[in-house]
Structure formats: C-alpha cells, structure tokens
T-cell receptor
Framework: RKEVEQDPGPFNVPEGATVAFNCTYS??????FFWYRQDCRKEPKLLMS???SGNEDGRFTAQLNRASQYISLLIRDSKLSDSATYLC??????????FGAGTILRVKS | EAQVTQNPRYLITVTGKKLTVTCSQN?????MSWYRQDPGLGLRQIYY???????DKGDVPEGYKVSRKEKRNFPLILESPSPNQTSLYFC?????????????FGSGTRLTVV
C-alpha cells in the first residue's frame, strides 16, 4: 500500500463547478499535511497547509480527518486557471515529505 | 527574489558519463532535498540534508551522491548514469523541514540517459 494515495483522475469539470479531491495516508503518526499544485512539467508549488480544524483560502477549502486518515480539497467556482495536477503531501516518518501521485483537474469553458 | 535555482534545465547524456546537477537557494534555508518524479509514482526523495555536512538517504538513493559543503548549495551527482535514471528531478529547500511552510522547489531538471 502506498503511503499517500490519491485518485489520479482526470476530473473534467466546467467553469464554475465545485470539485473535490480526496487523499488517504497510511502513517497515523503524520503531523503535517499539505496540498501542492503542479502545472504541466513545472515545479510543485504549495497551495495550502491543512489544519486539523479545516481551513479555507478563498475558493479553496481543505479538511483533515485524522481518525480516518483522510484529507480533502474542495475547489469552488472553478476557473480555467485551476487546471493542474493537485498533489496531496504528508510529512511522514523522519520529517520526510511524502507525495501522492497527484490528481489531474481539467476545467473547461 | 527568494528562489531555488537548478541547472541545467534539460540534459541528455550517455550511460556511464558522470554528471552533476547543481542546486542553490538564496533563502538561508537549512533543509534541502532532492526528488525525482516519474509518471504514476509521484515525487520520491533521493537524498536530503538538514544542514552543512549533514546528509541522509531518502527512498531512492541508489546511483546518486550529494554533498552539502555550503548552506546554499546542494548538488546532485550521478557517478555512472543509467537509463533508469531518466527522470524529472527537483531540488527543494525549507526553513522548517517542511513542518509548517512546506518546501520551495526549483524549476526542475529533465534528464535523459541514453
């Protein structure tokens, strides 16, 4: 079993739609959680950290469920510019970042 | 501008010919790391460094070497590259080991070994 698992997608949605991505992690001792965004052939960039109480940044909402070892990212009012691969990232054993393989989002007009 | 700089961006080389990919950061970060990214596998850590002269293996260290003689630089060395090292490589750095603020990544090096 992979340490961090994501649905690879692709998720094809129209502009303005709400879309949600899920991610599960296997190490119950993990302390920090993140969502990164990666555009095609470019470097990953931190989108947002994920806090236990859930957090929101504009159109983006992240949730963490420690009991189920599950992280989610909700994007409201999708824009064409949201098209990218979204990486679920967990700070694991030895303070090492462990990346999911990513979920592809395509927003279409 | 705060950044992580990798060079070269693209490299095609032949099996067995030693190469070095450079990485430099200007943010005074203590933590630096190398990752490789392959389709369907996500980013996998090769080596990381917690400070000058302190390095350790990640998940896929075989065939790679690193050094950290200065805080800002963390080169990745392939002593004898093989085709299975064809990949997209990223260098990354962090102030806090990624605990709160994650890592800042370089633009990547696309390596092809023929």
């Amino acid at each position: 079993r992979k340490e961090v698992e994501q649905d690879p997608g692709p998720f094809n949605v129209p502009e303005g739609a709400t879309v949600a991505f899920n991610c599960t992690y296997s190490n119950s001792a993990s302390q920090s959680f993140f969502w990164y965004r990666q555009d095609c052939r470019k470097e990953p960039k931190l989108l947002m950290s994920v806090y236990s109480s859930g957090n929101e940044d504009g159109r983006f909402t992240a949730q963490l469920n420690r009991a189920s070892q599950y992280i989610s990212l909700l994007i409201r009012d999708s824009k064409l510019s949201d098209s990218a691969t979204y990486l679920c990232v967990v700070l694991g054993y030895g303070n090492k970042l462990v990346f999911g393989a990513g979920t592809i989002l395509r927003v279409k007009s | 501008e705060a950044q992580v700089t990798q060079n070269p961006r693209y490299l095609i080389t032949v099996t067995g010919k030693k190469l070095t990919v450079t990485c430099s950061q200007n943010m005074n970060h203590e933590y630096m790391s190398w990752y490789r990214q392959d389709p369907g596998l996500g980013l996998r850590q090769i080596y990381y460094s917690m400070n000058v002269e302190v390095t350790d293996k990640g998940d896929v260290p075989e065939g790679y070497k690193v050094s950290r003689k200065e805080k800002r630089n963390f080169p990745l060395i392939l002593e004898s590259p093989s085709p299975n090292q064809t990949s997209l490589y990223f260098c990354a750095s962090s102030h806090d080991q990624g605990y709160y603020y994650g890592y800042t990544f370089g633009s990547g090096t696309r390596l092809t070994v023929v």
